[in-house]
């Protein structure tokens, strides 16, 4: 009688961990899905936006052009 009572235990017990280790696995694929989603849209809205060396680049050649063009039209004229 004992065994019979030391193996309901041990099925109670398994199935209390498979059911609790069942809603944790639930809950780390939804917040997995929902930082995907969230992945997904910021990658989304960041697409067509330059990168901060290309943008810095581009403008300190702009400068460089722009001085180079005034000095050349000082010369020109004096």
Do not use: C, H
């Not at 910021?42 to 180079?68: C, E, H, M």
Request: net charge positive; charged share 25%; glycine share 4%.
């Amino acid at each position: 009688m004992d065994t019979l009572t030391i193996s309901t235990s041990s099925l109670i017990t398994f199935f209390s961990f498979l059911v609790v280790g069942s809603v944790i696995v639930y809950f780390i694929l939804k917040f997995d899905k929902q930082q995907r989603r969230k992945m997904r849209v910021i990658l989304n809205g960041i697409k067509d936006v330059q990168p901060l060396f290309v943008q810095k680049a581009t403008v300190q050649k702009l400068t460089i052009l722009k001085s180079d063009t005034e000095k050349a039209g000082d010369r020109k004229y004096a």
